[in-house]
């Protein structure tokens, strides 16, 4: 049976607070000058829990899909502005410290993800897995 703390609402408020609140607050700081300017484009990232929860990150895969939705949201909104918004979510351990039997990939090749969304603004969202 799945333990129902793993979601409890203080373990989800905190995720909340980190990953959502923390996301709209720094776009809030910066959104306006670039619509001011008619340009840019916000990257989010998140684990892949955000599209394809693992039962044992509950509180964090809520957390993650709230942001994703957000993102999806605002992607909508800013549409003809010159800005765009978009989501990357990495389904693996980023460097060669991983633990073992985690899925690994290096910085170097989830990189070109970042620069593809930024470059051909034809996506809202990505996800990276091996």
Not at 53 to 63: I, K, R, S
Request: aromatic share 6%; glycine share 10%; with cysteine.
């Amino acid at each position: 049976m799945p333990d129902p703390k793993a979601g409890g609402p203080v373990r989800v408020q905190g995720a909340m607070d980190f990953l959502l609140y923390g996301a709209i607050a720094a776009t809030r700081a910066v959104l306006p000058a670039m619509c001011e300017a008619g340009a840019g484009t916000l990257l989010y990232t998140n684990g892949a829990g955000s599209v394809d929860p693992t039962p044992m990150l509950g509180n964090l895969n809520a957390a993650q899909a709230a942001l994703r939705n957000w993102v999806l949201s605002l992607h909508k909104e800013l549409a003809d502005t010159g800005v765009q918004a978009a989501h990357v979510a990495i389904g693996v351990w980023i460097g060669t410290d991983g633990p073992p039997g985690v899925p690994a990939a290096s910085a170097e090749e989830v990189a070109p993800l970042y620069w593809d969304l930024h470059t051909q603004r034809d996506e809202v969202e990505r996800v990276f897995t091996v």
